[in-house]
């Protein structure tokens, strides 16, 4: 990401504009513009060598008007509290896309996970809980995993907030592991819910998905479960992914003309999402530089990894051939880059929307939780098909009848929701 790129100041951006489309009230914009409550913490926490190390969390609340906040947390050593207030800003507008009952917040902790034993990870998600217990909660706030964090955390949190109010409480948290209180569907949510966008945007572009190639940025769990559902339920090709390489602290682009498997790939791909680029070589694999993916020459490009990837640079380098950008990471796009892509006519589904899969299935995971009983994978999926194809068609309903882009289109539907549950609750 560009040291430019501010995502809560492009989080900003992109709600003033649709504020000025939807001629919204100047005081429910100031409400809208900021969260409603912070929370900045130091953790100490005990390391395996005995000395003790204190790490700086944050957990942002952006707007419960529709529900308790939700959001995930995330571990990473360039976290800033600009990016969780982007991030919480983004699943308010996101849970209202997809029309779930829940409001946006966000979390974080300055740390490269990489570097911690398990033992020490243990304790600073417990540290992170008993500083955030009192408010956090299933009526309150949510929080679920992100970046540099896994099921086996939220397992932690839950327990840890569990003992803290002195009964089992599994609905806290999403993201849980399964058989810990954890949703079937919920690790191929987020990636397949891009593709049930796909899908739909394919149908309205009148596509035929066999015929079409694809390049995806990232290979994380989205990445991993878009490229999967792409070549397997959409019957394309995939013909490249890309990920950031913890040994060469570099990024590499693999690439196979004829498709890759994802599923192989994914065999050969460590828990931080490194591929072993010797093995991926033997298979017939190309290795490219890390921003090769952006000018291959196919249909569809699914950036599934950081923010500010498609910017007012790397914009220029998108093959004529492209027609469809599914932005599985949230904010790849910058505002510069949105203006590229509407004049050369390409369909976007923003990021918001497009990537929705996850908390959806979140919400279904503290539904189950709360009704203490739990769906089998195939009606998670069908559930969530559903809802992501609803949603879709909303926005391109309404992106059609006022003739704005897509991403506009998205944040009307959103806010408008919000805005209703804030008049309906008397706070306006």
Known sequence: MAETTNAFEMAQRQFDHVAELLKLDPQVREILRWPLREFHFRIPVRMDDGSIKVFQGFRVQHNDARGPSKGGIRFHPAE???????????MTWKCAVVDIPLGGG????????????????????RGWVQQMWKNIGPRQDVPAPDVGTTPQMMGWMMDEYSKLVGEYTPGVI??????????????????????????EAMKHLKLDPTQCLAAVQGFGNVAQYAAIGFTEQLGGKVVCVSYWDREDRTSYTVSKADGIDPRFLMSITDQYGTIDKTKAREAGYTIESGDAW????????????????????????????VKLIAEGANGPTTPEADEVIK????????????NAGGVTVSYFESVQNDMNFYWPKEEVLAKLDQKMTAAFQAVLELAEKEKVFMRDAAYMVAINRVVKAMELRGWI
């Not at 966000?106 to 998600?125: M, Y």
């Not at 999403?174 to 899908?199: C, D, H, M, N, Q």
């Not at 952006?294 to 051939?321: F, M, T």
């Not at 004049?343 to 497009?354: N, S, Y």
């Open 80 to 90: 800033t509290i600009d990016t969780v207030r982007a991030l919480a800003t983004w």
């Open 106 to 125: 966000k979390g974080g902790v300055i740390v490269d996970p990489a570097t911690l034993s398990t033992s020490e990870k243990e304790r600073l998600v």
């Open 174 to 199: 999403t993201g849980k592991p399964v058989g810990g209180g954890g949703s079937l569907g919920r690790t191929e949510a987020t990636g397949f819910g891009v593709i049930y966008t796909v899908r």
């Open 294 to 321: 952006i000018s291959k020459d196919v249909d569809v490009l699914i950036p599934a990894a950081l923010e500010g990837q498609i910017n007012a640079e790397s914009v220029h380098k998108i093959s004529p051939r």
């Open 343 to 354: 004049q050369r006519g390409i369909f976007l589904i923003p990021d918001f929307l497009c």
